[in-house]
């Protein structure tokens, strides 16, 4: 076992203790985080892509035909440009780092939130913006593009809210986690601009639970993946993450159990997700969960705390506008190790990575452990 490994199982063994918490004296500082990367990545096929900047994409190398990596961005939450540039200058930054990416991104992925209170103008804002980028372009709802209009003008500019399709030996699915809110509006009497108001905040108290997959995409998401080898991966975008991290926020989908058990029989599962805009990873069952950044702002913290598995960041400085925004990317590498990078706007870049023994689909797996972090 290298040096390396051991270090991993000893922090895990520390870390992972019920209710334990990320405890800063973990933290390392740049020059020892940077000579454990190197040491880290030198053995693996995708490091090539590991010093990336800037960039938001995800590396798929373990059990796919060849490795090949896909860009995400997610939460930009455009206002028209005539009230507010600021997250249309982010937009447009992450969009040319998407475009301006060596190798090329297979695909783009958006993860939903493209507007910030669904307007016909927003949504226009957002097509147009990301026409910088000339690879292909999937597109998944958030809660913002959606209650204004339920998903009228979402859906006349990027198609079905769920979909799937294969590429190079992986089965992606794109899932909708937002449109089967319980009807909030129409007893109150609310207008489409109330409804969305109620969506736009953080706190779900009128809106309520509105994350959930619903009985009919499990079952189309279970006819789906029954064609799939069990053994196979897959990769699952939703804007909500499939688990549950703080549903007052909606920071989870409310039939996650559910989604889980359609999901139990699959050995290599990754769910990459938006919405809660900060760095999150977590485990269940045989799933990985990946929270990416988003361009717009960082969310708060769960007042419950973290999934164990998830490193802490630091909180954003309130006077930069890309204090704890960015992207990242994640790798799958063959031998089972799961890496996930990500890269704040604001530290020039600054990259930052954790690291996972990925799950082997057996109960006496390792335990996920990840290195100090920012
Ligand atoms: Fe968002
Ligand atoms: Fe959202």
Sequence with gaps: ????????????????????????????????????????????????????????????????????????????????????????????????????????????????????LGKIEELELGAELLKEVKARQVFIPGEHDWYLDMGKKWGQLFGEPHWTFDHKGVRFIGLDTVSRAPDYWTVKNMSPEERMGHMATLDGSVAGPWAGVGRDQLDWLSK???????????????????????????????????VNDVLKPYANVT???????????????????????????????????????????????PFDQFGGCGDGHGLVAAGGLVDKIYNLWDRNPMTVRASYLASNGTKDRPAAVRLPSF
């Design 271 to 317: 769910n990459i997700h938006g919405h809660v805009h900060q760095v999150l990873y977590n485990e269940i069952g045989t799933m990985r969960s990946i929270g990416m950044l988003a361009t717009s702002w960082p969310w708060p913290y769960a007042p419950t705390g973290l999934p164990p598995l998830t490193v802490q960041m630091n909180r954003a400085d």
């Design 1 to 116: 076992m290298s040096e390396l490994d051991r270090e991993r199982r000893e922090m895990a063994a520390k870390l992972q203790r019920p209710g334990a918490r990320p405890d800063p004296s973990l933290r390392i500082t740049r020059r020892t985080f940077i000579h454990k990367s190197c040491l880290l990545g030198a053995a693996t096929v995708a490091e090539t892509f590991a010093w990336w900047p800037l960039l938001n994409t995800i590396d798929v190398a373990f059990a796919a035909e060849e490795p090949f990596k896909f860009a995400w961005i997610s939460d930009t939450h455009l206002y028209p440009r005539s009230l507010n540039t600021r997250f249309v200058d982010k937009t447009i930054r992450a969009a040319k780092e998407v475009q301006a990416m060596n190798p090329p991104a297979d695909f783009l992925i958006f993860g939903g939130d493209i507007a910030q």
């Design 224 to 258: 789906t993946l029954s064609t799939w080898d069990k053994s196979r991966p897959v990769v699952i975008f939703s804007h909500n993450p499939l688990y549950e991290y703080y549903p007052p926020w909606n920071f989870w989908v409310r039939d996650w159990r559910e």
